[in-house]
């Protein structure tokens, strides 16, 4: 029942889609950063719809707007409080599917959920737009996590079966990271953008839509974080991810594939070098027993395709009691997975910002 | 830095492998619930070691002791704590151990964590025996949902590189999940059994161990559970899960795989069958914006080889900071994988349950 | 660390005096609540300064904007977040207090737990303007408390020495609690209020302040409400009540008297009437083992006087490192009692709506 | 519903007055904290019944045993888990009492919240003998503040009404405090124990019961715990104190006295004495806006007369559904706040210990 989550750190989401306004309020935070609202505005930007024809014509500049907690340039250590104001609303277009649910989406669930009172225009709370609180609480999360020299990335690694190259587990540098960073489509293996694209403009055109994969990486994390049981690293990375509109699947390390493996070769062998303790591999995605060992930390999040598409799908008015068939119409992402990149490392770096803020001070 | 989860049902995790007892305190139970002993036995015996060649020797009864909250055969509401006696420790066998780190294991993570001051006879508070208490707790927290007919169940979907069938996720039933209850080492095509098997004997006679996956599904769940955002279905699942020792990956529904659709193959489509919304498809593995939506919830965890295995590893010596090798002797699993069903469908009852007991009173 | 509050109903509360805004953030509201916004402006105004000779002339209208969580006149069930915004601010008043620390406040341990970036102004996030979202919130807990029956009100039962007759713990009717609820003044034994205005107006002219008690009642309660220890219906209310500026005793039934009681006076025996147990007398207050009884619910609350005063005092300016004398200047309160009544009485809905939405749907 | 508290470290108390043992689990310790066993076990004799003809004959030795997170001297940081078994239980006297409930006890509220199904033997959960495992926990806590040279103790401050000297605010030393410690009667004034007793001693001889004052001091707390609002130092104090039977009232410095106050009077002036923020009075009892100034932290507790007592009652039977006479026979207490010392002194620890380990490490 909970848009709260964070033990040290409290973020408080809200808002709906075409509403007056999203938000979020960080309760918790240091006294004394002194935010880069420059990078807070790059990192939105990241995310935000309307840049170019593989995402949603919706244009939303994503402006935010802090409330409080922040004095002179620098966070007072109150709660601060931020604001992003809805104001490309085409709320017109959501009113005949007020009792038509589209397949794929929350609606049927939150109609249930709260009986029918629930902003249903654009998915309302539910809608991916939400993100956007997330990416602003998470680039507050990555200045303070920057200046320990902690940097997290991600890229592109599958969109329908097109996979990229995977992370070097064992010697992911920031020099990549940051590289990868810079791109509006960020693969490794730089050959695969162009059949991505092309998939996911066939998609476009067959007025479809496309999943993927996002993998991301969390190197320099000092050891000893997280827990055994219930606030495992993964407990928690997986908790915020999973709160991420349209992630079925979550895996650490070498993940799924692990299983195949026998512990020969899944076991990360370790030795010492020039004192520090390190491993041979990284299958274990730099966490044992819940704790990070220093390692890269390595994970990828699966999404599905995005659940608008402009397809006749079958389905139901809950109101008439009855099956329909709808065509949604209106603006959509063909693939939301390069404009999910910022919201996956804001997760990540929501996380670890609440874990780091517990354990280390 | 947590051994306590959950909202309304508090469960408090205690123990170490080799200490006088490992246990758990559930907090928030409701009265009057007329505990079925002999099925939390049953229960216990499923994930009990030392049953076959498929597992290791060292044989633990692991009977339970209740040590408060029950009374006159029914639970009263008030803490109800459990306490299993480790009887069988070779404590011996791990002062060898005491500063060589396993390689797979959380011994360096948990000697940097706990700066040497950690149990680490047989993996101490980190050991995979700290899944009993796990499936005590489930065990009564399946008696509770078992009266509302809701139905938890799984099987070895894969070992190694071996898969069995998949779960019908759209017609599964309550017979089908009570055959594999019933079975020492459950899979839906019998034929894949065999072949299971043998994979995990040459393991063994290699001295080394193969990883795998479950797959769980719930059934007869009330639609309208979980929460948008941060106490969505999946995070509240996935957290409870990855606090399993092992566990690598999590995945909902067509998890992973979905990431590989398109929109139009990967939406479940609704229709209304005798006044019933359903879906023809179930991809969504019956959550969709974090809520249930009736239909089966389904879900896959990928264990990773068991970590101790007889074959000579690098490693190093945490206190004579130097390489060494290592041949981890003792009493090991070859593989964890079918011994871990009723821990992971344990991990999904408590989950369940917590969620429940604050939705629906 | 914590802004937020709550187990079922969370509440995240944020701003500063003198910001841009304040407001509150509630999560886990039911849906569909009609909002009575006239009431809500109704509480507002009980608490809002600037109303007579009695309290500060900073006149703040205290008008809300509600972000999320309402449409169409119900709320949805998700997060609903509201904003007052600071209108009439004088920071410039402030400015010289920057670094000079007014005894009674929390400028000093301000400054220091967050290193002086807080936001000096009007006491920033200290200030008993944040009320106001409590307020707010509490007043969304009042109408669904009222729906069930259960009312909630206060009066003013000590200003200085001068004492009101304190209510009747055993008959106390709804009659009584709106009639309070209408005064601006409200007390039980109307000749006392003379005599309590006429001393606050007495410290006004000598530019100094007064305290007082509040008590409060919640009545109709149902019983079972609470938990033994960690949860007690006292520790609830307490812990929201401490939150409020000012508050520095709390007591339930007798309270402090109780202490000077014998068990055979202090013990309220029981008896069945109508069906009905109830207590001849009501010296718990309504609460058994941290568990209502469905008598009356009474407590008290010291508020100390307000610290703002224009006689000069002695303190430090932290940054000169040196004693100095103050003299406050501005627009103080010569008494918060009569303001804080319906602050009083939010913090008690608060605690019971959260209570109340996690043990009875 | 929860009897699990803390946020960083989560105390877990479980067990009833003649069940098989009552306990408390502690997760979140740090490790390498060498328990000084002497120091629990006077800490726990403190408070076992007993000793004198002031408390109750029930003889409970109170012996602890620790079954998880302590190993080779020292704790692990994994979950501490301690039971105290029930070695002098008669259950038959309290068989009678199952349906008669008994005024001033928790037996009509437990009866109704738990429906029948709790155990009704000697209070069951509800018993005063739960507070031993807080003073377990409090004794470790204890031992981790003292180390920081922080130190908790407290006296008699009332008995009826005879009241003891209150401790000096502003110049407490360690040294009263533990002479305090060391007293069986802990009061400042000498000369008021024997009156005191006297009264016990009547009030004993009439079957009857008596209540009280304990008045608490923490010193040498460092500045800057505790928050503004939700998480203040009184709120969490209050929180844990509220838990314990029997408490109906908690004031911080001044308490209620501060209602009758001017503000030039209740402001604690301050001024810098070589280098350090004092206060020449401490009305505020060194918290301000929630948040500790390095002063003594002060408070006090009032405790209702035992709720057992000899003397005919009038009650109800509550499967009899009618009115009768009670006469509790049995083993009774006619005071217990001298036995409470080490129960609110513990309570304090437990919070303080708890803030300090989130925000200081």
């Known amino acids: 029942m909970s848009g709260v989550w964070g033990k040290n750190i409290q973020y408080s989401i809200f808002g709906e889609s075409h509403g007056k306004a999203i938000g979020i309020n960080m309760s918790g935070l240091p006294s004394g950063i002194p935010l880069d609202l420059e990078f807070i505005k790059s990192e939105m930007a990241r995310r935000a719809p309307g840049k170019d024809e593989l995402s949603t014509p919706r244009a939303e500049k994503d402006e935010f707007e802090i409330i409080s907690g922040y004095f002179n340039g620098y966070t007072t250590g109150t709660p601060l409080c931020a604001l992003i104001w809805n104001s490309n609303k085409l709320s017109k277009d959501y009113d ?19 009986s029918g009172f629930n902003d249903y225009r654009g998915g309302g709370h539910f809608s991916g737009r939400l993100t956007a609180p997330l ?17 997290i990335g991600s890229h592109i690694c599958q969109i329908g079966t097109i996979k990229d190259t995977l992370f070097d587990a064992v010697n992911l540098c920031s020099e990549q990271l940051n590289e990868l960073h ?10 695969k953008a162009a059949a991505m ?4 403009l066939n998609a476009k055109e067959d007025r479809d839509s496309i999943g993927g994969v996002v993998e991301a990486a969390i190197i320099n994390l000092p050891p000893k974080l997280g827990s055994p049981f219930f606030d495992s690293i993964e407990s928690q990375l997986a908790h915020l991810l999973f709160s991420i509109p349209g992630i079925k699947g979550v895996e650490f390390g070498a993940g799924f594939e692990i299983s195949k493996m026998r512990g020969s070769e899944a076991n990360d062998q370790l030795y010492i070098d020039k004192g520090i303790v390190k491993t041979y591999t990284n299958n274990s995605g730099g966490i044992l027993g819940g704790i990070t060992n220093g390692m890269p930390v390595i994970f990828r999040a699966a999404f599905k395709p995005t659940s608008s598409i402009g397809k006749p799908q079958n389905t139901v008015d809950i109101e008439a009691n009855d099956n329909v068939e709808i065509q949604v119409t209106g603006r959509h992402d063909p693939c939301i997975v390069q404009r999910a990149l910022p919201v996956v490392e804001a997760a990540a770096a929501m996380a670890i910002f609440d874990i780091m803020k517990g354990q280390i001070q």
Chains 1, 2, 3, 4 share one sequence.
Do not use: C, W
Not at 183 to 189: G, K, L, Q, T, W
């Open 135 to 151: 990416v602003f609480a998470g680039a507050i999360a990555k200045q303070f996590l920057n200046e320990k020299g902690i940097i």
């Open 197 to 200: 694209k092309e998939l996911i």
């Open 182 to 191: 810079k791109s509006n489509f960020p693969v490794i293996a730089a050959e």
């Open 96 to 114: 005949k599917l007020k009792t038509v649910m589209r397949p794929g989406h929350a609606d049927y669930t939150g109609y249930l959920k709260y």
